[in-house]
């Protein structure tokens, strides 16, 4: 749930770790100030380095390149965590490597 700040909760699957996302970050600067591993190269959204399954929850998706992340893949429950803010909890994990 979320509180009166707009923080969410962000479960990283691949990591085994919930931690706090204000509604103002992406779910990966979040996973990059809780020293989360998480994949990334440009964090703009052209490279899709840190494409994620969207496993629970809702989020806004920041401008991006749709060579990044087309609609289809859109609709198929993935995102992009470099351009993704949370609008509630959510559940996600990376697809881009293994591991955590």
């Not at 909760?9 to 990966?28: E, F, K």
């Not at 959204?45 to 629970?56: V, Y």
């Not at 749709?66 to 289809?72: I, S």
């Amino acid at each position: 749930m979320t509180d009166t700040r707009g923080v969410f909760r962000v479960t990283v699957r691949n990591s085994g770790r919930t931690i706090d996302c204000p509604s103002d970050r992406t779910i990966l600067q979040a996973a990059i100030a809780a020293g989360i591993d998480y994949p990334y190269a440009c964090a703009t959204g052209n490279c899709a380095t840190c494409i994620s399954k969207l496993e629970a929850g809702e989020v806004a998706l920041l401008p991006r390149a749709d060579a990044a992340l087309g609609e289809a893949q859109r609709q198929a429950g993935l995102t992009l965590a470099c351009r993704a803010r949370p609008l509630s909890d959510v559940t996600i994990s990376w697809v881009a490597r293994s591991g955590g």
